[in-house]
């Protein structure tokens, strides 16, 4: 019967029906179907007399899913993502959102169409090859935005009032000078220590586990030492080339691709460069922010060190300490604006100012990195059989299609085989994480190891291991997980108990030693007792990685210390290891001692903070003279 629902459903009507729901169901899982339920008016709240209606609601929570999909790069399940969208706060947010559109609205704001064509016209989602293509961008807001051109482009142009009213919040926030003394008194505290560190490793070596013991762990802890669950699979491969016969690519073409392909490689080839970066904020402008650079760039011409004014004068943080030193970078690494000038200049010119969103920068290309170019005789087959691939694309495509029809109507694999000529192959022991061949990437396994093959015993539907190459697979076998041989996780167990005794016995140390150092504070012969040493940091940073951050952490919440006064304390240090802390100093930060970096860390700090303190104080006043009603059920 299923069967034959699915052979029904190859009619275009339904194509598209199921289509639509089996997109919902594979990104989002069954709970999705509440997306095209229909929700009692007034919609899902009300603010202000305006109904947020479930529609806009269930897109916002479709496109928080997809957003968590993208950020994993697709290596996440489906019922993580469930877990991890909150549609409470997806609605806070969107009531929040519709606040700040009515009060922009109350203060007469607009966005121009200007802006919202130059917005979409960036947007990398609507680019053939890096450029605005009207065709994409039409086909895409509707399938993947779930917009209609018209509304797209008024939610469009409200984000934009949204994030102008934002702005204006941002520009008009500011800190005090007794501020930014405090927070680098502070921030930027410092403290003497010393500590004694109880190595867990260093009792590895003399712990030998009883055998009663190894057995007990491994039946307590039997789930941590199962097979994962696998799979035998039967598939059906097609690819590109099996339909380049008869195609004909000259030699003079190849050549000509050759040729293209050695420019690209040159033209984009990495490059080693340095900048300086000026920013334009609200305590500078643009103008300001050129004259200065443009001061700059003549110290620079006139023989002064690109380096030494970059650490001194880039407000780039996260490398004017190493002279603005970019390291090497290819192209899609910096904005447009940067790069085009970046891959314009030869090896050690200097940029003229090159504005961008950040500021205004300077930038010098110091080297290009060679590029192994291979030659024609080396790459003239692949180049001929790229291009014979290319030719075959549009059969290769009806060919998938045709695939997906064949492998949808049968329950089998041979009749599949049979119609396309080819050879039903196997592959045992596929896991969700491990795979060979076409079975390798975890996306494509993902595809095949549904409901639909697992559960139904249904062929997969056609699944792109490539652009190049498909297939279509179905379940010969599954192999629930079991539970390993104890010889087979031995090493394992020995290890875990190992290092549980371990802990121990560096906390029995640990402990004893601080008693014995509470009763005499006799430093060094404590030392000498349990066989380590003392390490000494003076003026320690918050920052220092040096230090196990636990104990970095314990010393900087003891406060004041009195003149000779000293604290002794147990820390439980990372991973096993035990620590004794000693702070004998507190200094406070002053802000004339501190590196420019820290100084402009500081503000940005305190610019971020007064920003977002701002903004929720905005946002609770609108809050506070609304009328909102909130419709959704407890649990969305």
């Known amino acids: 019967m299923l069967q034959r629902l699915r052979v029904r459903a190859q009619t275009t009507s339904a194509k598209i029906i199921f289509g639509l729901i089996a997109f919902v169901l594979v990104v989002f899982g069954f709970g999705a179907f509440n997306l095209f339920a229909t929700f009692t008016p007034p919609g899902v709240a009300v603010v202000n007399g305006y109904n947020i209606p479930e529609a806009a609601f269930a897109r916002a929570l479709q496109n928080e899913k997809i957003s968590l999909f993208q950020r994993y790069n697709g290596e996440i399940d489906l019922e993580t993502i469930e877990s991890m969208v909150n549609g409470r706060a997806v609605l806070e947010r969107m009531i929040e959102h519709q606040l700040y559109v009515q009060k ?205 004014l970059a650490a001194e004068h880039s407000e780039d943080e996260s490398n004017a300490i190493f002279g603005g030193d970019l390291d090497f970078a290819g192209r899609g690494r910096f904005v447009p604006e940067f790069e085009d000038v970046l891959f314009s200049l030869e090896i050690g010119e200097l940029s003229e100012p090159v504005v961008t969103q950040f500021g205004v920068h300077l930038i010098k290309l110091n080297e290009i990195q060679e590029v192994d170019l291979a030659s024609l005789g080396a790459r003239f087959e692949e180049i001929r059989q790229e291009m014979l691939e290319d030719l075959a694309t549009p059969e290769y495509d009806e060919a998938k299609r045709q695939l997906g029809i064949v492998a949808d109507e049968n329950s089998t694999l041979e009749p599949v085989a049979e119609a396309f000529g080819k050879e039903i192959q196997t592959q045992a022991n596929v896991t969700r994480t491990i795979g060979e061949g076409v079975l390798d990437a975890f996306d494509v396994r993902e595809q095949i190891l549904g409901p639909d093959v697992l559960e139904n015993g249904f062929n997969s539907r056609v699944i792109d291991v490539d652009e190049r190459q498909a297939v279509v697979a179905r379940l010969v076998s599954r192999t629930p997980p079991e539970l390993k041989p104890l010889e087979d996780v031995r090493i394992q167990v020995l290890a875990v108990l190992r290092r549980e005794e371990a802990a121990r016995r560096a906390e029995r140390d640990r402990d004893a030693a601080y008693k014995q150092l509470l009763e005499t504070e006799d430093f060094n012969q404590v030392a000498r007792d349990y066989g380590v040493d003392w390490i000494t940091v003076d003026r320690l940073a918050r920052q220092d990685r040096e230090v196990p951050h636990p104990v970095r952490d314990e010393a900087f919440k003891v406060k004041v210390l009195d003149e000779g006064e000293r604290v002794i304390l147990d820390v439980d240090a990372v991973f096993n290891d035990k620590a004794i802390l000693v702070v004998t100093g507190v200094h406070a930060g002053q802000w004339d001692e501190l590196p420019q970096i820290d100084q402009q860390s500081i503000q940005t700090d305190l610019e971020t903070s007064h920003e977002n303190r701002d903004v929720r104080t905005f946002v609770r006043a609108l809050r506070n003279n609304a009328r909102i009603k909130n419709n959704l059920a407890p649990n969305p």
């Not at 199962?226 to 699979?233: C, G, I, R, W």
């Not at 033209?267 to 900048?275: D, G, I, L, V």
């Open 104 to 308: 922009a609205a109350d203060l007469g704001m607009v966005s121009s169409r200007q802006h919202y064509l130059e917005t979409i016209y960036a947007n990398p989602l609507f680019q053939v090859d890096g450029v605005f293509d009207q065709e994409a961008f039409i086909t895409r807001v509707p399938r993947m935005l779930n917009y209609s051109l018209e509304a797209y482009e008024e939610e469009l142009r409200k984000d934009h009032i949204v994030e102008a009213l934002w702005n204006v919040q941002r520009l008009t926030s500011f800190y005090t000078e007794r501020e930014m003394m405090d927070a680098a008194r502070v921030g930027r505290q410092t403290r003497d220590i010393a500590y004694l560190l109880f190595d867990a490793n260093s009792y590895v070596g003399d712990i030998e586990p009883a055998e009663e013991d190894v057995t007990t762990y491994y039946e307590e802890h039997s789930d941590e030492y199962m097979t994962d669950e696998a799979f035998e699979l039967s598939f059906i491969t097609i690819s590109k080339a099996d339909y380049t016969e008869g195609l004909e690519v000259s030699e003079e073409d190849i050549s000509t691709a050759f040729e293209e392909e050695q420019r690209l490689a040159q033209e984009n080839a990495e490059r080693k460069s340095q900048h300086i970066l000026i920013k334009v904020d609200a305590t500078r402008t643009k103008e300001a922010a050129m004259e200065l650079i443009q001061d700059i760039r003549q110290q620079i011409v006139d023989g002064a060190s690109f380096g030494e």
